[in-house]
């Protein structure tokens, strides 16, 4: 492995670890300035689909439908909740205490990291979620998301919708053949 370390030095020393996640269900952990691997810990059966970390603990999402708590040992998982689907994509609130997570049938469900109460909060679409991101506003979270296009045989593939919701409902969504010009396809979101 070969990497060049560029920026300033305080933002070098913001960036630890690289946390990767295998097809075969393991976390390689990398040591960001030196690019030594630090370990390899075995967390799933199937392939990691999603990582995201604070600095209290590490969430992780799979094909073997489980979304699962670490701490950074990665010795035993804290907690996890199994789906009825691959877990695709996961978000941690910024206070670490939710973590929202969407599947391949289209479900959003919230992860309490403090009760480990995990609830289903919605089918926001018919299709694999591709991105999804959460934030909290006082007593409202505001969870975006894009899904893939139909992948029947009459749809278009690289339809994509955007969908806004907030805890009381859809506030907007956005559909890539009527809202996003010519052949511009959306992939990725961040709710700020």
């Known amino acids: 492995m070969s990497t060049e370390v560029t920026g ?3 933002e070098n020393s913001i960036i630890q670890q690289v946390l990767i996640g295998s097809d075969k269900g393991f976390i390689f952990i990398v040591d960001y300035q030196t690019t030594s691997l630090q370990g390899v810990f075995k967390c799933h059966s199937m392939p990691i689909r999603s990582i995201a970390c604070t600095s209290a603990y590490v969430a992780t999402g799979s094909d073997d439908c489980m979304l699962r708590v670490w701490p950074y040992d990665f ?8 789906h009825t689907a691959s877990v695709k994509n996961i978000a941690i609130s910024a206070d670490g205490v939710q973590i929202i997570a969407s599947t391949d049938s289209g479900s959003v469900g919230k992860l309490d990291v403090g009760t480990y109460e995990y609830k289903t909060l919605l089918k926001l679409h018919s299709t694999v979620i591709t991105d ?3 934030k909290c506003y006082k007593d409202n979270q505001l969870i975006a998301s894009i899904s893939c296009g139909d992948t ?6 690289n339809s994509k919708t955007v ?3 907030t805890s009381h409902g ?8 009527s809202e996003f010009s010519g052949d511009e396809v959306p992939t990725s979101l961040s709710v700020s």
Do not use: C, G, M, P
């Open 132 to 134: 999804i991101d959460s």
């Open 170 to 177: 859809l506030i907007h969504k956005l559909d890539s053949h």
């Open 163 to 165: 969908r806004v919701y």
């Open 152 to 157: 029947s045989a009459n749809a278009n593939v």
């Open 8 to 10: 300033t030095s305080s």
């Open 75 to 82: 010795q035993e998982f804290y907690v996890e909740a199994k």
